[in-house]
């Protein structure tokens, strides 16, 4: 049963994070793993997927000073202001 929350956590998490930063996305699996693991519950997962990658995505925009990277159309990375 413990195998099921896990995995149940992980896809939630990482469908969640579609639209996240790449801090988002691992906090909310790593939080998912945690919260599954803890309580053996689904529901105990999907609140540590949430916490994770709400702590993920404010870790990295704080490490990268509120900057994100972009790849432009033509192939070239740059970075700006990230949206949030």
Known sequence: ???LVIVAAACSSLALGG???QGGVIGGV???TIGGVATGTVGGALV???VGAVA???I???ATNGLCT???ANG???RARCPY
Request: glycine fraction near 16%; aromatic fraction near 12%.
């Open 56 to 58: 993920g995505t404010v």
């Open 30 to 32: 790593a939080g998912a």
């Open 70 to 72: 972009y790849r432009a």
């Open 48 to 50: 540590g997927a949430g």
């Open 60 to 62: 990295e925009a704080h």
């Open 19 to 21: 639209c996240a930063t």
């Open 1 to 3: 049963m413990k195998n």
């Open 76 to 78: 070239q990375y740059y």
